[in-house]
């Protein structure tokens, strides 16, 4: 095992095209990494660097106390498994497995135990004989992670190994994954697009956004302290609600903020552990709200200086939750994904209209429909909040 260090790496492609730009991070020994970001972020590209599938343009790709940037891909003690499995069909599962450890000369007896092993922990020894063909797409990806186990590499890399398998399968196979980790401790960079592969595998996520890394962290502080409104926006689903609003002090230590007629208190966690929110007072900034945050009336009895009434306009009825949409008579906030949209588009933001919709998730104890007003709790220390000139975290 080993680390993987990234001192000021980046990728341009001939042309002028940048990809990657500036990336540092580490990945420790037996750690788990998680490679998130919208498509076309880099996230591929940065782990095909590390495989040598795409040449360094900048900076440096360390693996343990090696920097590999002019090492051959088969030089580089790492495993590879695609999205596509890329197995031979005309080679049985053992086959299949054994290949690489048969190019290195490795003796018969040990290729057979390497193999054997991989099979009983992966549950697919009765398969052993049989050939791809004849196996289900989980089964395969089972295979195609077996091929990577028996090197017992240094680190493994995986390029959204379970993006073509069905979404129960998929779940299957996640929960399989962090299993085989915790058995095998190799050092594991893996990409997704999935932010829920992401957020339930990852020791910690690196987020990327248009060549850039964001954040690297846990998941837990990714969802809570976000460091800007793209990482606010990206992680959890349903998205974080966004809404302009205007800070106002009371004069005795306490806070509120104002919004399309609605007033609300910020709580005194929130404060307490937030400082730097008294610096806006009197300023229009943007506030966060997770759709989590939110509940109907009806299930708390604490409402006072944290609720107010809405007409709900969408329910979506999930069985153990409910996703209720209201509008709020605030022009809507303009994110950097929104901006570049509109440019696309040749719009400008006066396209957008004048409220902004907002997701809440309440409890399906209560049953709402649309055309429905409700008063909605927030749970006033979950509070967001971002400066609007530079998108980062007021903290």
Known sequence: MANITFEDVGKVYPGGTRAIEGVNFDITDGEFLVVVGP????????????????????????????????????????????QNYALYPHMSVFDNMAFGLKLRKMPKDEIKTRVDEAA???????????????????????????????REPAAFLMDEPLSNLDAKLRVQMRTELGRLHSRLETTTMYVTHDQVEAMTLGHRVAVMRKGILQQVDTPFNLFQAPDNMFIAGFIGSPAMNFVYTTLESDGAGGMAASFGGQKLTLGRDLLANNKAIANYTGKEIVMGVRPASFEDSRITSDIAGHSFEVELQVVEVLGSETFAHFDLPVRPVVTPDIEELLADSGADAASLGDSTRVTARISSDVMVRAGERITVVVDNNKLHFFDPATNLRIY
């Open 39 to 82: 498509s076309g972020c880099g996230k591929s590209t940065l782990l095909r660097m590390v495989a040598g599938l795409e040449e360094i343009t900048e900076g440096k790709v360390i693996i343990g106390d090696r920097v590999v940037n002019d090492v051959q891909p088969k030089d580089r003690d790492i495993a590879m498994v695609f």
């Open 120 to 150: 009983r922990v992966l549950e697919i020894t009765e398969y052993l004989d049989r050939k791809p063909k004849a196996l289900s797409g989980g089964q395969r990806q089972r295979v195609a992670m077996g091929r990577a186990i028996v």
